[in-house]
């Protein structure tokens, strides 16, 4: 059985070489750092090695091999200056550079060998999201796709995760987003599921709190009436808005009942959301 916490980071000498340079590199990529004391670029390699080790949480090995302390290894592969840096697949190096290496230079070679850092988190919102659990995909893929730098694919997963999480206006959002050139069958399928939900999200009852609303705008409770519609619509902005504008008017409105559905909104968008942390804001502005 796999070990659901693989280590990240080892030291090597002769007593462990075979099994994490050779036998783990038949499990996943391991990357062998040759460095030594009294090498400058050493001490600059490594710590940005540690750190995408880190980053990457176990998608590969990062083994550390002093070669003053470890000559004999360091013959074996072949190593003729420090920093040496390889990459071990299936017991054979594959890929690897000598000298100190830019960050991004790094990272263009372990891409190559290594799933995205971001699959893991697509992988764990989708099986949210099979399992129904929208907001929950919301929280995770919101992140990953300002990491990601608003991949396409993550962008529209998010897409789905919103619509399903009735957050329709922010799924519209990144759907206006998408440049003419990446607008794919699946951005038209999930544009249909938009406006079919948009048109579901529309009942009668909050057609006709609109109408009335119009004609009488500070009804404060027919005002609470439509935050609940708008909830229920998935127009939460709309909701928290109806509900701010009662609390400007009546901090203890229904005797702090108004102040609790505020509350209980915000929460139910989840921890992190940017509408929310917006309302938590503007409710805290008006308490204090």
Known sequence: MMDPTPEVIVNIDESNAAQYLIEESMQRPVVIDFWADWCEPCKVLMPLLEKLATEYAGAFLLAKVNADDQQMIAQQFGVRSLPTVMVMRDGQPVDGFAGAQSEQAVREMLEKHLPSPYEAALVEATTMLEAGDA??????L???????GRRHDIAMTLVHALIEARRLDDAQVLLDAVPMVDQDPLYDQLLAQLTLAR?????????????????????LDLLEQIAVQYSAAGQFREALESLMFILRKDLDHKDGATKKALLDTIASL????????????????LLY
């Open 270 to 285: 989840g921890k992190g959301d940017p509408l929310a942390a917006e309302y938590q804001r503007k409710l805290f502005s």
């Open 142 to 148: 919101r992140g990953v796709y300002e990491d990601s």
């Open 199 to 219: 048109e579901a999200s529309r009942s009668p009852e909050l057609v006709a709190l609109e109408e009335q609303i119009a004609a009488d705008p500070e009804n």
């Open 135 to 140: 907001a929950g995909a919301v929280s995770i």
